[in-house]
């Protein structure tokens, strides 16, 4: 009897080889043949699970965004019963962060998908709502941090939200090696701190 083959894991391999690719060569090398190589499989085979790179790319950052979400999922259940959520905003802060090997893989997935996004009408679209989506994501616990009295009221929920969300513009430092990893998480500390210190 033939092997059944679990199409899912299938594409998770491609979508995992389409990541080193993107890794440790560039997004220019993300072509359909280098990453069917990767994969250590044929083009045609390939091409089987993904009619085009545009499919191909889409499924490696849903699938990228997944790996973040779990991540994510551990930290929180590592962190225990209703955390507070200034330790929330931080896990949430640092993972999408290129701090660990898994993070920066998926970080640099996502930095090729948005580049590739910029010149793909459809692309656009679906960068833009999972951006859409985590914004809002991190907006509802800042409110709900300044409803339960966690943050000042007089803070703009979305203001501090969009500040938030800059702190993820350290990729680019930490990835060319313009500060350490010690210095994004000082930096996200002590902003966090002055979020949450209240006043009176």
Do not use: C
């Amino acid at each position: 009897m033939p092997k059944k083959v679990d199409h899912r894991e299938r594409r998770e391999t491609i979508a995992r080889a389409l990541w080193r690719v993107v890794e440790q060569r560039g997004v220019t090398h993300a072509t359909m043949r280098e990453v069917a190589h990767e994969a250590n499989i044929s083009l045609g085979q390939l091409q089987h699970y993904f009619s085009s790179r545009t499919a191909m790319l889409s499924f490696a950052m849903d699938f990228a965004s997944e790996q973040t979400s779990q991540r994510v999922e551990q930290g929180l259940h590592d962190l225990g019963h209703r955390p507070h959520p200034r330790d929330v905003l931080r896990l949430m802060l640092i993972e999408m962060l290129p701090l660990h090997p898994d993070a920066r893989a998926t970080s640099r997935m996502s930095a090729a998908y948005v580049l590739e996004a910029l010149h793909d009408q459809g692309l656009h679209a679906r960068a833009r709502e999972g951006l859409l989506h985590g914004r809002a994501m991190v907006e509802e616990l800042v409110r709900q941090a300044i409803a339960d009295g966690h943050i000042d009221p007089d803070r703009d929920a979305m203001v501090e939200t969009d500040l938030l969300l800059a702190l993820t513009g350290f990729t680019t430092l930490l990835e060319l090696n313009v500060i350490e990893p010690r210095d994004a998480l000082a930096a996200i500390d002590h902003h966090l701190d002055r979020l949450f210190a209240r006043v009176g």
